[in-house]
């Protein structure tokens, strides 16, 4: 470089032009030019594969996140006694949130989109428990994206002013498109970060929900003590619940259905033991909270019932009962009033008392009055004609 230099000083004493000058530096690098374009070359096939991965990362997760989002939302539904406001509301907030970050605009289904799903169907890619725990170098590795370099730029034998620009073209070209990739690819990180995080966060709630679960199940049994066969199944719900809370190892069997190994007495040939991660352990125990919740509102829904049914019956009982107080009252009654009818008929009618007349009362005393004197005065006449027969004759 330095003989180009003193080189360069003389021609230009010389009275070469400055142009050609510049030529014969740019021409004695030419080798680097050319190295540079190469070396860019790969790096741009390298990030450019790494993007399609987070791409293609980045839509399944969304798709998982959606999925995740829907059954957070039937948590609102339940009863508030087996799930209390508090804890909905925390659900639902971090459903929003998880919401939030997975919209967007369908992306068009890419190529590599394709071959992930067709894998997938026919056996021949094994997808993630949960993608939420998954990486772009796993993905890359999955689907089989390798890095595709462009053509490298022409060398020529001899350096021309057009097989200098030619080179130098190419790595202007390399370095815009490395730029645009490298902003793409923090732009598409940046989002798997989030999806990942308000994820991990519903599953968060969840988990702590989970986790207080025995003191509500003791609870719930005791008031629904009942209805034993819907009581039996929460308890069941509940146990199983605890199970995939606790557990650390699991049994991943070939139709992809997960369960701790506690729960596994014979494990087949083509099942494998696993260990799940954060998110993967989280949707398993989502799953069983909500079949818990589940069992636990039927045993409350059925004890109401029953409740219910015996205020019922209860009514109904002290009803039936007044009704027959009330038909054994009337026909005491009837009995009282036919008994005294039947007295009445046997020992006929009752005499009438005269009514007492003032006046009535004088002519009778006065009939008897005279009658009593006209009695008398024949009496006496009857007593002298007997005196007069019995005397002696002179």
Sequence with gaps: MVALG???????????????????????????????????????????????????????MRVEGESLAGVLDTFQDFDERVLSKQEA?????????????????????????????????????????????????EVRELVKIRAQEKAPPTVDRVVSRAALDRVKSWIADERDELEKIDSDLEKTTDELDAV????RKALGQVQAIAKATPELVEKLAE?????????????????????????????????GVIVPVSEVTDTPDNAASVRLDEGAHGILVMWRLQAFLNA??????????????????????????????????????????????????????TPVEPATDPD???????????????????????????????????
């Design 89 to 137: 509301k925390a659900l639902d907030t971090a459903k929003l949130a998880l919401r939030d970050v997975v919209a967007g605009d369908e992306a068009p289904e890419s190529a590599d989109q394709r071959t992930l799903t067709s894998g997938i169907a026919a056996g021949s890619i094994t997808r993630p428990i949960s993608w939420f725990d998954s990486d772009a170098s």
């Design 196 to 199: 990942q995080s308000s994820a």
């Design 223 to 255: 008031s629904a003590q009942d209805v034993a066969e819907e009581n039996e199944s929460m308890k069941t719900s509940a146990q199983m619940l605890k199970s995939a809370f606790d557990a650390e190892e699991f049994i991943l069997f070939q139709d």
């Design 360 to 394: 009535a009362g004088a002519d009778v005393d006065a009939s008897s009055g005279a009658d009593g004197n006209a009695d008398g005065a024949d009496t006496a006449d009857a007593t002298a004609d007997s005196e007069a027969s019995d005397a002696p004759e002179s």
């Design 6 to 60: 003193v080189l360069a000083a003389a021609l230009i004493a010389g009275g070469i032009a400055a142009p050609q000058i510049a030529y014969a530096m740019d021409a004695d690098r030419y080798d680097e030019f050319v190295a540079e374009a190469q070396e860019l070359n790969g790096e741009v096939a390298e990030r450019s594969a790494n993007l399609r991965a987070s791409e293609l990362l980045l839509s399944q």
């Design 296 to 349: 636990a509102e039927a045993a409350v829904e059925a004890q109401d019932e029953f409740e219910q049914l015996t205020l019922e019956e209860e009514a109904a009982r002290q009803a039936e009962a007044a009704r027959q107080a009330e038909a054994e009252r009337l026909a005491a009654e009837e009995a009282m009033r036919q008994q005294e009818a039947a007295g009445a008929a046997a020992g006929g009618e």
